[in-house]
């Protein structure tokens, strides 16, 4: 039943969010619901198991569909390619308790807010639903699901501080708290016993249950009980495994749920409460110790030093300033831009330091509650990851569906033959279901996963971790990985390298470090001495690393003593740095920090106003020297500095301006706007700092290139050292050329340009002349006409492209090695359309601001071990890129062995099946220990040592196929398939044929050999007794006869043969001799298997239901095993396995990949106009706004900031 949009019937939930869902309104009927109890009860609860697996058939079988508001059940779709159903009953939440008179009515306090819209009049009802963690009440104006637990966007800056600065009434936040619930992220350990059921409710387990009781009727014990034990083993070890990360998420959040807190109510002063009684628009206190953060909140007067590790990664303290009480219309966070974080104070962070200003007290608005907060986003990503579309999982499911369809044909085959012949109908029955479990084979599987936790434990010895084990199959996919820059290719720190002050528009001698002779007291030095955001913390300088290396160059030491008087502005907490006993002399005893702007990466700089103590008010600004150059007075800017900035960044330098102003006196330096702080600056000079690649990086990406996969740059630092790193680590060779992307918006125009620019990397001075050069443009075409060029680009020209010149984006992605000054949001986006062109794309970071990128990416690998990585799928403990690679090999390994395993199972269950359907034809059967023999000795110890295989130690340039339905993967299995048939049907046919055979006497053939020793008597009593025998063993069990002996001999060494032929080693996997533990199991079986078809032993024959054969027959069965073999060999190695020749097929059909980029490819190459040099393009349309969805996956509460600078 499919669901068309009906009138209020269906809506969208978090429209444009990453978890979008589509929820349709559905009401319960009586008789309908009374129908389907009757049918769970009459199917013994077949129809409720299926119900369990499909929500929606559930809700349309139980009601009727409705408008939203009538609902008491809501259906939910997710809007992605998976569309999965989840159904939600509606409750209601009663406030009529708080709600006394018309004068507590909440909508005294705010007509606006959604708690005046949602509760229902005369009831004072409030309906709401659950989804993810997430409440949703019903707004009866907008007639529509909206969440809870947060503080409406709409709010402006000043109608924080006027409707929330004083805090709620008692009152208000009682029904807040109902409405919203409680401010904890509480994630309870999963009882066993739950996660049991869930387990064993697996469609797999219970086919297993189906085919454990038709064994069981059958007499089939022994299988039916390992079956179990094996199942028992598998669910036991999968609920452990969930068990341990319940518990391991459970602590990660618990600590921080019930924490004392103050806050502020409105008439009635400060309160002490228990963390988990906030609601947004509290007005929190933070006091002057360290405090963990229950609850997402905004600053709204004093200063904040926030560790934020737990969210970002890095344990650098971050400083946070309060909300300014700007009057416009703006809603805040519109108004701030990318800075509202730095309003921001996250769950889960801590606070180490605050700073009240002349208000008194630090103060906050709560914004978040409960796991609408930014570590709840994190921890409800770990809950609900978002499914992985693997195209080998979706050809399993079909792969399955097609043996399911080859048992039907049988079953019908079974069906006809034992009815024809008069069997009882319960036999037929059962002898009919008994094919389904023989061709679909049960431990399929487990055999799979065996296979992906032996690679997890071979990753896990290597120092790589893995928290999504299905992943490591994509992860033999990858063809393209990001690489951060800072951190992940280069050293985390850097070193200060030189400084080159300027003065009236020239730049003065240059310094190096570390120097001989101290640097001189001046504006430089001081700027050095005060620029930064550092802070003394357990006794060390904590901040950023360019920071801490910049103030120690200068021998000074922070004091960090509470309160100084500072004229006119009472007593604040300010930072007071002084001369260390190293340092050179200066003429005054400290600086003063009077204020911070932070460093913000819109911004790219930060700001502090400093005053010598003693001394006038100066400004002192650091940042992206292009951005710093534009603050500054022209005057004051060399005419060579964009000359002399292309030098040090060409060669891979990390490049910071510096600038300082006066200001004049009697202004109060805390009121001032940014905006104005920052103009009219002076130029200072810049700081040059070393950024070393690692010593491992060169060696990886060389390995990455040689397999052919690509490496791309995706970091927040400058383009021109990004480039420099990527040319220094061979991403970009020195043969090849790179062309500069720049997309700018046209001021007080939509439209935007586009421009193609040559970098010359080695020859910077003569940056502008070579442009217009003619001989330079023709080398550089020749280069390109060879594809051997490279795109790069900043974060902005990326965004202006994505929303103006959109069709480019594909062409220019193809090409594009470096992305610079990229932000978080922008990142994740990039690896989201990388991923659209039909890439497998690996994200390696840090963990900081990769966090969204790192869940976006197929497989993302974060190096850092901090609770912010716990959402990337992979970890590596040794913080080097060298586990990228490592990855891939165990990826190739793991999916050539889940192939094995698949061509192999699905083999053994045909060889088995065929044999079957070939005795039926007799009306018999194997007996229940050759079933035994094959499934438990043969083919469950084949499952289980099969991949064992390691990966090979060499990246090959071309990947294994990625599906199932491939075609030397079909022709493998379908040709295999007739080689069994064939000699199965060979033997069967022949056997009757032979002059020993004998239909009824099963002892013919040995008598026929004896017959010229023994007497006549002897003969006849062993003739009768012969007979005897065979007539108690057709009551017996009935399976022994020549055919059956010939055709299960023959069926189960073809299983070993085809585990051989099928456990290929090279490219991707070692050779199978290094597995011995799958060869000693393999010479093993084949051991036992011949000494069954040559040992002459009366009670192993007649356990096992085999008959005596002539020794001539038994070495015609070898040898026609031996010829099976030789042919399954051949065709595997030369054909299936044979890479040119299926090129040359792919060359003579003209097949093309039909991957997005190929083809891409393929028409550029055809394209002479691309790319375009020099060129530039207007965009006419109007652009796309992709502000909202820019972010892939961005944590929507918390992206940090790279050190953009």
Known sequence: MGEDPAKNHYAQLNQGEENEMEIFGYKTQGWRRVLCIAGYILSCGALLLLFYWKPEWDVWANCIRCSLEEADVVLLRTTDEFRIYSRKTVTWISVSALIKSRLDYPATAEEDSIFSKAIMKPSLQVKSIQVQKIRYVWNIYAKQFQKVGALEDHHTCSAIHAKFGSGLTCNEQNVRRIICGPNTIDVPVIPIWKLLIKEVLNPFYVFQLFSVCLWFAEDYMEYATAIIIMSLLSIFLTVYDLRQQSVKLHRLVESHNNIMVTVCRNKEGFQELESHHLVPGDMLVLKEDKTLLPCDAILISGQCIVNESMLTGESIPVTKTHLPQADNFKPWRMHCAEDYKKHVLFCGTEVVQTKADDRGVVKAVVLRTGFNTAK??????????????????????????????????????????????????????????????????????????????????????????????????????????????????????????????????????????????????????????????????EGKIQGDPLDVKMFEATNWVIDDSSGHQIEGQGSTHATVVRPGPKASSAPVEGVTILHQFPFSSALQRMSVIAQEIGGEQQVFTKGAPEMVAMLCRAETVPSNFESKLLLYTAQGFRVIGLACKSLQAGKQSTDLPREEVESDLTFLGLLIMENRLKRETKSVLEELSAARIRSVMVTGDNIQTAVTVAKNAGMISPTNRVILVEANKIPGSFSASITWKPLEGNKPEDYGSLENDSQTERRIRLALGSGQYHFAMSGKSYQIIAQHFRHLLPKLLLNGTVFARMSPGQKSSLVEEFQKLDYFVGMCGDGANDCGALKVAHAGISLSEQEASVASPFTSRTPSIACVPELIREGRAALVTSFCMFKYMALYSTIQYLGVLLLYWQLNSFGNYQFLFQDLAITTVIGVTMSFTGAYPKLVPYRPPSQ?????????????????????????????????????????????????????????????????????????????????????????????????????????????????????????????????????IDDLYSKMDLVCTPTMWRISMVIMLAVTLAVSFLVEEAVIENRPLWLLLKKTFRYHSKSHYKRLQRVLEQDSAWPPLNETFFSDSVAISVEGNMGGHSNPTFDSNEDTL
């Open 376 to 537: 709840g986003d994190l921890v409800r990503s770990i809950l609900y990851p978002k499914p992985m579309n693997f195209k080998l999982y979706r050809d399993a499911l079909r792969f399955l569906m097609c043996l399911v369809a080859f048992a039907a044909i049988g079953m019908i085959y079974t069906v006809c033959v034992f009815a024809l012949n008069g069997e009882e109908a319960g036999e037929v029955v059962k002898k009919a279901l008994d094919v389904i479990t023989i061709a679909v084979p049960p431990a399929l599987p487990a055999a799979l996963t065996t296979g992906i936790i032996y690679t997890q434990r071979r990753l896990k010895k290597k120092g790589i971790f893995c928290i999504s084990p299905q992943r490591i199959n994509m992860c033999g996919q990858l063809n393209l990985i990001c690489f951060d820059k800072t951190g992940t290719l280069t050293e985390d720190g850097l070193d200060l390298w030189g400084l080159l002050p300027s003065e009236r528009n020239r730049f003065q001698d240059f310094h190096s470090f570390p120097v001989d002779h101290s640097l001189p007291w001046g504006p430089v030095f001081r700027a050095m001495v005060v620029c930064h955001s550092l802070i003394v913390w």
């Open 964 to 1096: 199932l339905i491939s075609p030397p993967l079909l022709l493998s299995v379908v040709l295999n398939i007739l080689f069994s048939l064939s000699m199965q049907i060979f033997g069967f046919v022949v056997v009757q044929e032979q002059p020993w055979y004998s239909k009824t006497n099963i002892h013919s053939a040995c008598l026929s050999m004896n017959n010229h020793i023994e007497n006549s008597s002897s003969i006849s009593s062993l003739g009768l007794h012969g007979m005897r025998d065979g007539a108690h063993g057709q009551m017996d069990n009935g399976y022994k006869s020549y055919e059956n002996t010939t055709v299960w001999l023959l069926s189960t060494i073809n299983c070993l043969i085809v585990a051989l032929v099928f456990s290929k080693g090279k490219p991707f996997r070692q050779p199978i001799y290094t597995n011995y533990v799958f060869l000693l199991v393999l010479i093993g079986q084949l051991g036992i298997c011949l000494f069954l078809v040559f040992a002459d």
